[in-house]
């Protein structure tokens, strides 16, 4: 298995690298890659089009433009191929084409932007006409040499059938001759009813090699004559350097050399990266931390609480006049709730590998997004992009931090620029990822609900006061002002991120209000929050009304038909309405997200304050399920995401900067305490493709909530619950 495609056009070559030369004391054999002023490539095997190359002994590499960082895309969007390709899927391995070849060759892959559950959703049509096309090439090929119509022949499982008169060639026979044959203009995809591939349970194409050790990430990168660096940065945003004494580490063993990073940073280069990150830790800096310095959460927090009765918002969703019916409302509940900024916490900090000259820029790096990473390359080196490439590995965690910034590649071009033809290997320190993130914003939420005197929900009033995600990091995206994302799975309709509740007067607004702490995208992203605020005060209103919270929400679901039959199918497998164990309180919640409709039924119990998660029941319903063997593994895995954030995420501010450096401030969950995951994997179809990796997280957190809400009579609208004493048993 390569990790890079390779063609003629690519003008590649790979070499081995021992880790015991490197100074490890264990050969692993990474397969690396040289950049095109390297030999070129010898062929592993016929190119039948950009997207595939069928070797002669009939292996099928199948070219994957998306990241892989654990979530599953990759052995995805090979079914999707497969599928169309009609081969055996038993000799399907893959390669990671590269952003610069995707540019030379006109975007052949499409986009390779790999967040907010996009790798299978906005690539499946493109995927599987890239498949298909194969298929009548090689059929084609075939024919031709059969002298025989192509409509006369079929194919299947690796393997050319003339019908009429039974002659069989296999893929690998005729890819050469496939390769020299225009692509089909026409192509017709496959009914959902005729698949194969698609919605069977494959066993992920990655697996072996990471059960193994083989497979390279960022961090394994070894290069020849390769130096090593480590960064600080201003510990407060903004800030910058003021000086620094390089003559204090001059002297010390392997310290290449002291470079200063655009304003904020300063590297230390050495021929390990711990004589770096030691040497750097000894370097006396002065920074300028500015008027940030004066931020601390509770600042921020006063900030916010502003925002939730200001007279002007952004409105995201409206219907009827909510304030007006408030108004003259026989009831009001209302309830104000906080979410705190969250860290990605990737296992896998921070880093790249930069080899610049005068006429090329080379970047080795873990990135959800490639072709970001290479217009950072560029705009680093000063190099066009023809002269940059980037060389995906796979990820040791993405969760939106390395698709929201590519600023650890800008850091390693602008260190190996000092440094010329040397390959530079930047790693930050866990302590430097923890508090130079980028943070899932901070927001605070003010609900307020009007009833009538029949206990009928007529209004409902969604304040959000707090920052804005694409304002910083995707401001050409804002909509007169308005960041969409903010409203995400509250808006009031459409196939993205819909409210699965109708009220006849809504009103959905945000106080934007934008601290210097950088936001960014965080696995489920704003859905998070807004899960956890609507379905947290959905029970409150039941409770006021004296409602059963099921039927609560049923009330108000009949124009929601999906939304509506996941919260049916979590409550029912969840045993809602049944008596539940001694001592053990059920909770429910519904979202919409990402174009998935998802739901949760959780079953806890407390003993004084401990809070032991039995059981969750999650349903999902994202239109088509490629893998969904897969996706159960996305739902169990985003729990213990969301489930980390609920009980022990949250990141502080004091003195402008974050407080939480390592994992003995930032706390996970241990599987000892992971509740039993029970997925509902219900495909609808219909056209609509959901995500799966990003949309289930957003309802295990308000589930727990309103299963502990039962347990104990409390109601936790502030987050992390380590704050209030509690912990998961």
């Known amino acids: ?6 063609n003629p056009e690519m003008n590649r070559r790979s070499f081995v690298v021992s880790a015991a030369a490197a100074g490890g004391g264990l050969a692993l054999g990474f397969e690396l890659p040289l950049g095109p002023s390297a030999a070129e490539a010898a062929e592993t095997g016929p190119e039948v089009s950009a997207w595939v190359v069928i070797r002669p002994d009939e292996t099928v590499v199948i070219r994957i433009a998306r990241s892989e960082m654990g979530q599953g895309t990759l052995t995805g969007l090979a079914q999707l191929f497969a599928e169309e390709l009609e081969c055996d899927w038993s000799k399907v391995t893959y390669e990671f084409p590269t952003p610069g070849q995707n540019v030379a060759r006109k975007r052949v892959w499409g986009d390779f932007f790999t967040a907010g559950s996009q790798g299978i959703r906005s690539s499946n049509e493109l995927v599987r006409k890239a498949g298909a096309a194969a298929r009548l090439m090689l059929i084609e090929a075939a024919a031709n040499e059969w002298k025989v119509p192509a409509a006369e022949c079929t194919a299947a499982a690796g393997t050319i059938t003339h019908t ?16 020299k044959l225009e692509p089909p203009a026409e192509i017709k995809l496959k009914d959902p009813k005729d698949w194969k591939v698609i919605g069977q349970g494959k066993k992920r194409l990655d697996t072996p090699v990471k059960v193994t050790g083989e497979a390279v990430y960022g961090i394994d990168i070894r290069l020849p004559d390769m130096v090593y660096a480590a960064i600080k940065a201003c510990p407060v945003v903004g800030g910058t350097v003021k000086s620094f004494e390089a003559a204090k580490i001059a002297g010390r063993n392997g310290v290449k050399k002291v470079v200063q990073v655009d304003k904020d940073a300063v590297a230390v280069v050495a021929d390990s990266w711990w004589r770096a990150k030691t040497a750097l830790d000894a370097l006396p800096i002065v920074w300028d931390e500015g008027e940030n310095a004066k931020v601390s959460s509770a600042s921020i927090a006063s900030w916010l609480k502003e925002g939730l009765d200001a007279d002007q918002a952004l409105v995201g969703n409206k219907t009827g006049d909510a304030k007006a019916a408030l108004a003259g409302a026989a009831k009001k509940v209302e309830a104000v709730y906080g979410y705190p900024y969250q860290h990605p916490v990737t296992l896998e900090p921070q880093n790249a590998t930069a080899r610049y000259t005068a006429d090329k820029c080379e970047v080795w ?23 940059c490439e980037v060389y995906k590995t796979f990820l040791g965690g993405g969760f939106g931090r390395r698709s929201t910034s590519h600023d650890y590649v800008r850091q390693a071009v602008l260190i ?38 029949d206990k009928n929900l007529t209004a409902l009033h969604i304040r959000i ?24 799975g509250l808006y009031p309709g459409g196939p993205e991120a819909a409210i699965g509740y109708g009220v006849p ?12 702490i950088h936001p960014g995208f965080w696995r489920g992203v704003n859905i998070n929050q807004n899960a956890i605020y609507l379905e947290s005060f959905m029970d409150e209103m039941a409770k006021e009304m004296g ?21 049916n199918a979590a409550a029912e497998k969840g045993g809602w309405g049944t008596p539940a164990p001694q001592g053990v309180f059920r909770g429910l919640a519904q979202h919409m997200g990402f174009g998935s409709y998802v739901a949760a039924c959780a079953e806890v119990s407390v003993t004084g304050n401990k809070v032991k998660i ?3 029941v999650g349903a999902t319903d994202p239109g088509y399920a490629v893998n969904p063997a897969q996706i159960e593994r996305q739902i169990a895995g985003s729990f213990v995401y969301g489930l980390t954030g609920l009980f022990y995420g949250g990141c502080t501010v004091k003195d402008g900067r974050i407080e939480q450096e390592n994992f003995d401030t930032y706390d996970m969950m241990r599987i000892s305490q992971m509740p039993k995951v029970e997925s509902i994997v219900m495909p609808s179809a219909g056209g609509i493709w959901g995500g799966v990796g990003e949309p289930t997280i957003c309802v295990a957190a308000p589930a727990v909530l309103n299963a502990i809400t039962a347990a104990t009579g409390k109601r936790y609208r502030t987050f992390p619950l380590r704050d209030h004493g509690l912990s998961i048993a």
């Open 614 to 616: 039995h059981r969750i």
């Open 1 to 6: 298995m390569n990790h890079i495609a390779k």
């Open 416 to 453: 190996a620029k000092e440094m010329p033809g040397t390959p530079v290997k930047l790693l930050w320190s866990r302590e430097e990822d923890m508090t130079h993130g980028w943070y899932h914003p901070v927001t605070q939420c003010k609900m307020t609900a009007g009833f009538d005197a």
């Open 547 to 567: 409602v059963d919270a099921l039927e609560f929400r049923r009330k108000l679901m009949a124009n929601h038909p999906k939304h509506l039959a996941v919260l």
């Open 465 to 488: 006061s707090g920052q804005s995600i694409l304002a910083t990091v995707m401001p050409a995206r804002l909509q007169e002002g308005r960041d969409p994302a903010t409203f995400s």
């Open 505 to 516: 007067n809504i009103l959905v607004d945000h106080s934007m209000r934008n601290p210097h």
């Open 164 to 179: 009429a008169s039974g002659r069989k060639v296999t893929f690998g026979k005729v890819a050469a001759a496939a390769g």
């Open 365 to 387: 790096a873990s990135t959800q997004n490639g072709e970001a990473a290479l217009a950072t390359v560029s705009e680093a080196s000063g190099l066009p992009i023809p002269q």
